[in-house]
C-alpha cells in the first residue's frame, strides 16, 4: 500500500472506495444525507454503512465510518476507524481508497496522518506464508491510499506524518511475522540470520554470539536454558549508532548521542524443559520470542527513521526443550553477572535467559535499560488482553511509557517493586531462586531481573498478555484472534520523543 496526502474537498474523489469519517450526529453533507434513510447511520463507534452514489457523486462507493462523540476522539479511534476503512476495500477488493477521517484537536496533523496509515497498514495485515492456495480476498493488496485533508491543514507535517506511519507499521509488520512463524521455522539461529538480514538493509551492525562464543564469556543463564535443545542459542547485538544530523544541533558528534538499550526475551519454543508445561496450548509458546520481535521492529524503524539516538537491541535467543542434556529443578548456575541461581523450576526461563542480556547492557552504560518479555501468565491474570504489565526502578522513565502507552493505544500499567518482593527471590543455597511461589507470579519475576539492572534506569514490559489476542480489542489487530506485534509502536513512541533525564 502506497499511501499519499492531498487536499479535499473528499466528496470530489473518484476512488473505488472513497471512506469518510463521521462523528455521532454531525451531518454528512447534503448530498450524502439526499443518499441516506434518515436514521439509518447516527455516525455511533463501530457503525458503518456502505453506499452506492450511482452518479449522484464522482465515486464508485463511498464507505460512513462512524467515529462515535467528537469529544470522545482519539487517535485510536482514527487508528481503528483507518483499519475498518482498509478491511472493507481489501473485501470489495478495490485497489485505490480515499480516506477522509476526522482527528481529535489536540493532536497534530503529523500524528493524524500517521495513525490513518498505521490503521489501514496494520488492519489488512495477514499471515500467509504457509498456504499454498490462500483466497482470493486474503491475498488482495490495497495499492494506493489517498488521505484527503482540510483546507487549513498543513500538507508537509501529513506526508511526514505519513512516512513515519509507514515505517513504523513495517516495524509492526515484522514483529508480527516473528511472532507467526512457527518454532521448527523460526530457531534461534534462524533469528540470528534475520536480524543480520536486517542490519544489513537498515544499516545498523549485528553481531551472533553462538555456543562457543557464549562458553568463553561466560552466559550461564542462556546456556542452561538451551540446554535441552538440540538447536543452539544465540545472543544477538543490534547497534544502531544514531544519526547526529538529525539534531538540533548538527555539529554534536556521535558520541555525545545517549544510548538506550533494548532487552528482547527470545525464546522461539518454551516447552517448560524438564518442568514441562500441560499439552493444551502449548502451540502458542512459539510466540514466546514476542519480546525479541519487538526489540527487532523497533531498530529497524529507528534506522528508517534516522533517530538522533544510540538504539541497542541484545536479544537473548533458545529454545526451551526437555532433552536428555537439559537443565533440571534443583540445578545452580552462575550467570554471567557472577551470581547464583537456583533454578527450582525450568518454565522460569525467561528470567534466566534475561539475567545474561541485563547484566551484559552494562557495557553500554546506557541512559535507559528497557526489557521487553512474554514473561508471565500471571500478567494475564492481572490485566487480561488490555495492559501492558510494567515494573522498573525509575518514575521518570515509567511516565514516558504510561504516555507512550496513552498515544498508541499500547498502554502499560504498573505494578510494584517493593523491597518485600526482592525478599521472595532469595534463596538458602544460591544467590537467587528462579521462582517465588504462587503470589504475585509477574511482580517476583520483574523482582529476579531486578538483581541484574545494575543502577541504570530500567523498565520491564510483561507482554504475556498482549502479544496475542484470542478475540482482537481493535480493529487494527484483524477481524480474527492473532498476533499484535506489541511493543513496537510503544518503543517507537518513547525512543521519537526521547530527551535526556
Ligand atoms: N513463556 C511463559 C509465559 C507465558 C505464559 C507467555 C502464557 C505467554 C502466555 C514463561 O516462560 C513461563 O512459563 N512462565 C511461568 C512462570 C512460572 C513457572 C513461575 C508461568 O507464567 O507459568
Ligand atoms: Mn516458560
Ligand atoms: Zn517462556
Known amino acids: 500500500m502506497k499511501s499519499t496526502i492531498q487536499q479535499g474537498p473528499i466528496l470530489n474523489e473518484t476512488a473505488s472506495l472513497v471512506a469518510i469519517g463521521i462523528c455521532e450526529n454531525e451531518s454528512p453533507g447534503a448530498p450524502i444525507e439526499a443518499l441516506l434513510e434518515a436514521g439509518d447511520f447516527c455516525g455511533k463507534a463501530r457503525e458503518m454503512a456502505l453506499l452506492y452514489p450511482r452518479g449522484a457523486l464522482p465515486a464508485r462507493r463511498v464507505l460512513l465510518v462512524g467515529m462515535g462523540k467528537r469529544s470522545d476522539l482519539t487517535l485510536d479511534t482514527v487508528r481503528q476507524a483507518a483499519a475498518r476503512a482498509a478491511q472493507e476495500a481489501q473485501r470489495l477488493k478495490v485497489a485505490d481508497i480515499a480516506l477522509a477521517l476526522p482527528v481529535p484537536e489536540t493532536v497534530s496533523t503529523a500524528s493524524g496522518a500517521q495513525a490513518m496509515v498505521e490503521g489501514a497498514e496494520l488492519g489488512t495485515y495477514r499471515y500467509l506464508e504457509y498456504q499454498s492456495s490462500p483466497k482470493p480476498e486474503e491475498t488482495h493488496q490495497i495499492e494506493t491510499l489517498r488521505i484527503v485533508m482540510e483546507a487549513n491543514q498543513d500538507l508537509e507535517a501529513a506526508r511526514r506524518g505519513a512516512a513515519a506511519g509507514e515505517a513504523i507499521a513495517r516495524g509492526v509488520v515484522l514483529a508480527r511475522d516473528l511472532c507467526n512463524t512457527p518454532g521448527n521455522h523460526l530457531t534461534p539461529t534462524r533469528l540470528g540470520e534475520i536480524a543480520q538480514d536486517i542490519g544489513a538493509r537498515c544499516g545498523f551492525s549485528v553481531a551472533v554470539f553462538g555456543r562457543e562464543e557464549l562458553e568463553q564469556q561466560g552466559f550461564g543463564g542462556l546456556l542452561a536454558v538451551s540446554r535441552g535443545s538440540a538447536e543452539p542459542p544465540r545472543f544477538i547485538i543490534l547497534d544502531y549508532p544514531g544519526d547526529s544530523c538529525q539534531k538540533d544541533k548538527p555539529d554534536r558528534d556521535q558520541e555525545t548521542l545517549p544510548t538506550i538499550c533494548l532487552v528482547g526475551k527470545g525464546i522461539t519454543f518454551d516447552t517448560g524443559g524438564i518442568s514441562i508445561k500441560p499439552a493444551a496450548n502449548m502451540d502458542d509458546m512459539k510466540m514466546d520470542m514476542g519480546g525479541a520481535a519487538a526489540v527487532l521492529g523497533t531498530l529497524q524503524v529507528v534506522s528508517e527513521l534516522r533517530l538522533p539516538l544510540r538504539v541497542v537491541g541484545l536479544i537473548s535467543a533458545a529454545e526451551n526443550m526437555p532433552g536428555a542434556s537439559a537443565y533440571k529443578p534443583g540445578d545452580i548456575i552462575t550467570t554471567l553477572s557472577g551470581k547464583t541461581i537456583e533454578v527450582l523450576n525450568t518454565d522460569a526461563e525467561g528470567r534466566i535467559v534475561l539475567a545474561d542480556a541485563l547484566f551484559y547492557a552494562h557495557r553500554y552504560h546506557p541512559r535507559a535499560l528497557i526489557d521487553v518479555a512474554t514473561l508471565t501468565g500471571a500478567i494475564t491474570i492481572a490485566l487480561g488482553p488490555h495492559a501492558i504489565g510494567m ?60 538483581a541484574f539492572v545494575g543502577d541504570y534506569p530500567w523498565v520491564h514490559l510483561d507482554i504475556a498478555g498482549t502479544v496475542w489476542m484470542e478475540k482482537p480489542s481493535r480493529m487494527y489487530y484483524g477481524k480474527t484472534k492473532g498476533v499484535t506485534g506489541v511493543g513496537v509502536r510503544l518503543l517507537a513512541q518513547v525512543l521519537r520523543d526521547w530527551t535526556d533525564f
Open 391 to 450: 515494573m522498573g526502578n525509575h518514575q521518570p522513565l515509567a511516565d514516558r511509557f504510561i504516555q507512550a502507552g496513552e498515544a498508541t493505544g499500547e498502554r502499560v500499567w504498573p505494578l510494584p517493586l517493593w523491597e518485600e518482593y526482592r525478599e521472595m527471590m532469595k534463596s538458602e543455597i544460591a544467590d537467587l531462586k528462579n521462582i517465588g511461589g504462587r503470589e504475585a507470579g509477574s511482580i517476583t519475576a520483574a523482582a529476579f531481573l531486578l
